[in-house]
């Protein structure tokens, strides 16, 4: 028996004094690149306490006991009352007080004094464990990093209408419901009183699953359209399908045949846009249009084609373009396979389509053009083009001119209004992103804008820079909200609301494109790599989700202090220096990441209550630029691009390539300390958030499946609803969450059968209101796909 504790005791002191070299020697390391001491203290502390159990003294759980208390102040220093950022601080320690506590472990230690372990010899460690556990309990009924408030309460009056387009309450039938993109349906039925009550009224399968050949970024992001009694909804191979909207049975599908490609960046459908042709309508020529597809669908493909089908029966319709389809790579001058799709869907007015794409990024600085183009509504002709990298942006293609290679595209949804017949165009950068020294002032000139467009003429009114020289990826990725503002003295001002990456929404009037929410130039960190520059200045918008400080070493987190000693020693050795922080060869920390605070969801805006729900999100990434070498060619070779848009990215054609990925532990966990993702309220009479909460669990993405709501990053949007609930499916968990909007307080959740990274939408049909979401999932953010359609209702 003395032989056994003998045994438990060395095991024990061994087992302490590994662990103190180990955070002695990573604490000596973090030291030297200016990070904090602690653990270099820690470290000492835990080896005295080895060098006391191999002598077996009870002293050792004294000092372990000041190790214990120590560690407790410095962490409530650094983290304040947060259980999440608290627990793993200890998560180590305390689980070893209490082995130290075991009879079995410590019976073979001594007093000094008596020569025996007695009580009063394990109090200081018992006080000490009591102390932590005191603390962590109180740490679990805070929430510090979110806030409450409340918005304007449902009753408000209606100062003005959604977009004056007098469209029927129980339809959707644009992306983002009215091409005023707000996401908001003005059906009460469900409310937050009956919201608990609802369930699945009906299920859909498209049976359009990932196949083998198939890109890492496989995504079912689709916003399904309803139009009085169908709903239109695509897959990701750009399968267009008709359902019922009482039963979701389908009542026809058309397959455009999409080859299945690892060369595609992408394989994704986020919506499809309608048509229902006026009795006066005329085409670009002045003539009457086809009697053919009276109501039609416009589909957009990854393999850079247009559709229209007939609404109706789901045929093409024979006299758009060629026999129901128009090439978008006619007039390129690069037409490789998969390096330009089409993900979001088209702008639709009486007169013209609007369509704009994307092209494959960071691959090579040759590649298709971004333009903008207006096509006949109903032909299928080439009305209009707008080419933002060509010093003559109108300039239409020829048998002598192409689209210039590489201009700045727009690849998520634009918006348009009907009274001003002004679009919308949120763009991108010229690819490659994260090197511009290459960029000409005319590739720069519209790039991370806001553009304005005569939706005739593709004549520009306006346009606005959110960031100038983008070498961060930091483009505009949602659809703007259209909001009609009512001021104190009764006038109405024509808003737009961009959210960006950065975390800045901008706030413009879109009659001239002048910020209604101030947002003065600042400056930023200098310092290019060679052969390239930054802008001096980036505009800072007063309404804005952007980080409020600089991140530290103390923001490194981490499932235990071992990842997150590593994760403070990782981030010490990258270049930071706030946001804006330029890409480097050392390795440059950028935050908000590449994913950005806010992603193509966008927000969703109440406009008879002037309220907005967001839900940013806080991811840091790391870009290392990569010199061209024997192993990095500077024009591409026999390899494909990789499908995705993390990991290595060539750059082909510029002086380097890049590394793009999360910063992570070595474990895998996000090293930036949670929250990463929440739900917020924005009051827009003042253009305050008014409530933040955490949003999301780590259910479907630890080891554990256990539901503790600790804020999850996410991918899709918010909507709003008449009743004042909101619905949203964006996080990691495979969750459909309902939302008091005055509170932003969780009024229901139900379990997704796969991953939810899609916008859902809501409708009303036979007296009942619907919201239907798609659950499908996202390839490279790695949850879990699916091919369900969902529709829940009140019993």
């Known amino acids: 028996m003395h032989q056994r504790r003998g045994l438990m005791l060395t095991i024990t002191w061994v087992v302490f004094a590994i662990i103190g070299l180990a955070l002695g020697g990573g604490g000596i390391w973090l030291l030297m690149l200016g990070g904090s001491p602690y653990y270099v203290v820690a470290g000492l502390l835990m080896l005295v306490t080895a060098f006391l159990l191999a002598r077996r003294h009870s002293s050792a759980l004294v000092v372990y006991a000041v190790l214990l208390l120590g560690t407790l102040i410095w962490a409530v220093w650094e983290s304040g009352f947060d259980f999440w950022l608290l627990a793993p601080r200890g998560d180590i320690l305390a689980p070893l007080g209490l082995w130290l506590l075991l009879p079995f472990v410590t019976r073979p230690l001594r007093s000094p004094a008596t020569g025996e372990l007695s009580l009063a010899a394990r109090m200081p460690l018992i006080a000490a464990l009591l102390a932590c556990a005191g603390v962590l309990g109180y740490s679990l009924t805070q929430d510090p990093q979110s806030f409450a408030g409340n918005l304007p309460p449902v009753a408000s009056p209606a100062p003005v209408a959604a977009d004056g387009a007098n469209l029927p309450d129980g339809d959707w039938p644009s992306y983002g419901r009215t091409q005023f993109g707000n996401r908001y349906s003005p059906l009460a039925q469900i409310t937050p009183q009956n919201v608990s009550q609802l369930k699945v009224a009906w299920t859909f399968r498209t049976g359009d699953l990932k196949g083998p050949n198939d890109p890492g970024e496989l995504t079912n992001q689709v916003t399904p359209i309803k139009i009085k009694d169908t709903l239109y909804l695509c897959s990701p191979h750009q399968i267009l399908f008709a359902l019922d909207a009482n039963t979701g049975k389908q009542k026809w599908k058309f397959d455009p045949k999409i080859a299945y490609d690892k060369t595609y960046q992408h394989m994704t459908c986020r919506g499809v846009s309608y048509l229902e042709t006026k009795a006066d309508a005329r085409t670009s020529d002045g003539n009457p249009p086809p009697a053919e597809c009276p109501t039609r669908i416009f589909l957009p493909t990854n393999d850079g084609r247009l559709f229209a089908v007939d609404a109706q029966t789901g045929t093409p319709c024979a006299q758009f373009g060629k026999g129901g389809s128009i090439d978008l790579m006619e007039g390129m001058g690069v037409t490789q396979r998969g390096f330009y799709y089409v993900t979001s869907p088209p702008v639709v007015t009486d007169r013209i389509v609007m369509v704009t794409g994307s092209v494959i990024d960071n691959y090579s600085a040759t590649v298709p053009s971004g333009v903008f183009r207006g096509f006949d509504v109903h032909t299928g002709k080439l009305v209009w083009a707008f080419d933002a990298g060509n010093e003559d942006p109108n300039q239409m293609p020829s048998a002598t001119h192409k689209f210039v290679d590489a201009s700045p595209n727009s690849w998520i949804v634009s918006s348009y209004d009907p009274k001003l017949n002004l679009v919308y165009i949120p763009t991108g950068v010229q690819t490659p992103d994260i090197w511009g020294g290459n960029r000409t002032p005319a590739s720069e000139r519209y ?56 975390g800045n929404i901008f706030v413009l009037d879109r009659r001239d494109g002048k910020p209604i929410v101030p947002a003065p130039e600042k400056p930023v960190p200098q310092g290019a790599a060679p052969g390239d520059r930054v802008s001096p200045t980036q505009p800072f918008s007063e309404l804005t989700f952007r980080p409020e400080k600089k991140l530290t070493d103390a923001d490194m987190w981490g499932a235990t202090m071992f990842d997150q000693l590593a994760c403070r020693i990782i981030f010490k050795r990258l270049r930071y220096e706030g946001t804006f922080t330029p890409p480097s060869l050392q390795g440059t920390l950028v935050f908000p990441g590449n994913l950005g605070t806010f992603e193509w969801g966008g927000i969703a805006v109440d406009p008879v209550r002037q309220v907005a729900i967001a839900n940013p999100i806080y991811l840091p990434f790391v870009s290392k630029l990569i010199p061209r070498g024997p192993n990095n060619p500077a024009t591409p070779d026999a390899s494909l691009p990789s499908g995705t848009e993390q990991g290595v990215q060539p750059q082909f054609g510029v002086p380097f390539g890049v590394t793009i990925n999360p910063l992570l532990s070595p474990v895998g966990f996000p090293c930036k300390q949670p929250s990463w993702g929440f739900i917020a309220g924005i009051d827009l009479k ?24 600790i804020g999850m990053p996410g991918l899709g949007g918010p909507i709003v609803t008449g009743g004042g609930v909101a619905f949203m499916t964006y996080t990691m968990d495979n969750y459909i969450r309902a939302y008091d909007v005055t509170t932003g307080n969780q009024l229901w959740e139900d379990r997704l059968p796969a991953g939810g990274q899609s916008t859902p939408m809501s409708y009303e049909i036979g007296g009942k209101q619907y919201v239907v979401t798609m659950a499908g999932g996202h390839g490279s953010f790695g949850t879990t796909m699916g091919d369900y359609l969902v529709a829940y209702s009140l019993p």
């Open 686 to 709: 003042t253009n305050k958030i008014v409530w933040m909460h955490r949003n999301g669990t780590i259910r479907d993405v630890s080891p554990i499946p256990l539901p503790l709501k």
């Open 447 to 502: 790039a991370s804008s806001i553009v304005a467009l005569n939706a005739d003429t593709g004549k520009l009114a306006w346009s606005y820079q959110t960031v100038h020289h983008d070498l961060w990826d930091m483009d505009v990725p949602a659809q703007p909200s259209l909001v009609d503002l009512a001021r104190p003295d009764g006038s109405v001002v024509p808003a737009l609301y961009a959210p960006t990456k950065t």
